[in-house]
């Protein structure tokens, strides 16, 4: 997922951003710590700390880190827990360039 992830990040214009990849959702908790990125991608399950787990404790610690999910399901319930958790999108597959363009754009500019 996370491979199909970047290439569509690159296809949709985002070559040149510089990715970090963690395999579960506490290392993500640590990579972001270390890396403060732009903007986090995230699964929404994950081993270790879901998505949504992450998304809540990055909350809690008072983070304004910008953060949307991309996951393989997408409920109203899911998208309802995003939104209230302050998650600026939710992208679900089947996915495209362009509905990675759709979403970041007004994000990232």
Not at 67 to 74: N, P, R
Not at 81 to 90: E, N, T
Not at 92 to 108: D, G, M, R
């Amino acid at each position: 997922m996370r491979m199909i992830v970047a290439r569509t990040l690159r296809q949709a214009g985002y070559g040149d951003a510089e990715i970090t990849e963690a395999t579960n959702g506490a290392e993500a908790l640590e990579a972001i710590a270390r890396a403060e990125p732009d903007i986090v991608l995230s699964d929404w399950n994950m081993p270790e700390m879901t998505g949504i787990e992450l998304l809540r404790t990055l909350n809690g610690r008072g983070s304004t880190l910008k953060f949307g999910f991309v996951t393989s399901e997408s409920t109203a319930e899911m998208r309802d827990q995003a939104a209230k958790s302050g998650a600026l999108f939710l992208i679900a597959k089947p996915f495209t360039p362009e509905t990675f363009q759709e979403a970041l754009t007004p994000v990232l500019g």
